[in-house]
Structures are given as C-alpha cells and as structure tokens.
C-alpha cells in the first residue's frame, strides 16, 4: 500500500525527539513543546485557484520542516513506520 497524499497535503516522516541535548542537558517538559522536525516523504499535487489554475507547493520530497508538535493532521502508520499526513499550511519553516 502506497500512501500518495493529494492537493495541498504532505507525508511526512517524524525525526527522533532527543529528550537529551548533544551536552547530556535533560530538555524539560516544558520546551516539548517548540516546533518538532520531519522530514518529507511525499506531496499532494497543490491547490487550483477559483480562476482553475494550478497553485503548486512549495515543498519537495526530502525537504527537512518544522511543524507544531498538535498540527491538525493526522498520524499514519505503514510498514511498521509512523508518518503524519498534513496541510502544508501546518508546516512552519524548511531547514537548510
């Protein structure tokens, strides 16, 4: 089974949350909450403008995101893998 989002949806796939800063710092609870990374697994083929063209995403497959860590997507599960299927309007940066 392929997951193949569509309009202006996006698949992606979660990075690990290191509860341990690369300095052995424990990351306290209340900083969870800042922007989660991911990365993206594949996209929708954009939104069509009342006029009827075409407004395609920004994003590619392979883009590095930050997303809010409650965006209101939801959570999809393959081959064992857990990904998260959202709006690109949920994605808040791209990491370069």
Known sequence: MAIRPIRDKILVKPNPVREISAGGIIIPESSK???????????????????????????????????????QGSEVEKDGETFLLMSEMDILAVVE
């Open 33 to 71: 909450d800042a922007p989660v990374e991911g990365t993206v697994v594949s996209i929708g083929t954009g939104l069509i403008a009342q006029n009827g063209s075409d407004i395609p995403l920004c994003l590619k497959p392979g883009d590095v995101v930050l997303y809010k860590k409650h965006h």
